[in-house]
Nanobody
């Protein structure tokens, strides 16, 4: 079984920074796309950023220029560097990976809370 564990969330003042990490463990053959999503209270889950195995990224307009996604394949880890945080960035952040054990499957982390105070 594959497990994803996020870390790095917390409470920060507006304008501050946080770095989220998500590590995959278990029977892992390869990991293609890694991504971060967020879900604010009463809202739908939305894509924040994703990164392919080749390093191509897709970043939501709302965070472009402030958030950076990166990955370390040797560590099965994806990162989200969040700078210039705003109160509207407050949400539960989830990582998602497409992991091939025998066939590709989608796995989600349990989520980490990010709260930005004004």
């Amino acid at each position: 079984q594959v497990q994803l564990v996020e870390s790095g969330g917390g409470l920060v003042q507006a304008g501050g920074s946080l770095r989220l990490s998500c590590v995959a463990s278990g029977r892992i053959g390869s990991i293609s796309t890694m991504g971060w999503y967020r879900q604010a209270a009463g809202k739908q889950r939305e894509l924040v950023a994703s990164i392919t195995r080749s390093g191509s990224t897709n970043v939501a307009d709302s965070v472009k220029g402030r958030f950076t996604i990166s990955r370390d394949d040797a560590k099965n880890t994806v990162y989200l560097q969040m700078n210039s945080l705003k109160p509207e960035d407050s949400a539960v952040y989830f990582c998602k990976m497409i992991v091939t054990v025998v066939v590709p499957n989608v796995y989600w982390g349990q989520g980490t809370q990010v709260t930005v105070s004004s």
